[in-house]
């Protein structure tokens, strides 16, 4: 099963972001010190997540789509989002090539 956003993007539909703040996207440009950290390298998913969600929901959710994949999506041109990214060995993170946060918030 694809994600969501991938049917979204593949049939041109129309996403709708809510946010309750008045500058929509304000965290994410804040995120990795302005530069946006994009995704980790590795997941630990019995250390890196929190949640009140019994723990099969979180295993289900990162089954549904691997780092990979995200990766894959988010630097594919034709059918992602065409997004050149990085990785930091340092922070074990994947940051936008060009450092700059306002290339993901556009």
Wanted: net charge negative; hydrophobic share 40%.
């Amino acid at each position: 099963m694809e994600p969501a956003v991938t049917q979204a993007v593949a049939h041109w539909m129309q996403v709708t972001v809510l946010e309750r703040t008045p500058e929509a996207g304000k965290k994410i440009l804040m995120s990795g010190g302005s530069r946006c950290n994009v995704l980790p390298l590795k997941v630990d998913i019995q250390a890196d997540f929190f949640s009140e969600s019994p723990p099969h929901a979180v295993r289900a959710v990162f089954a549904s789509w691997s780092l990979v994949a995200c990766r894959e999506w988010l630097e594919d041109r034709q059918s992602g989002v065409g997004l050149a990214l990085s990785e930091e060995e340092a922070t074990a993170k994947l940051f936008p090539t060009s450092n700059s946060s306002k290339e993901v918030c556009v």
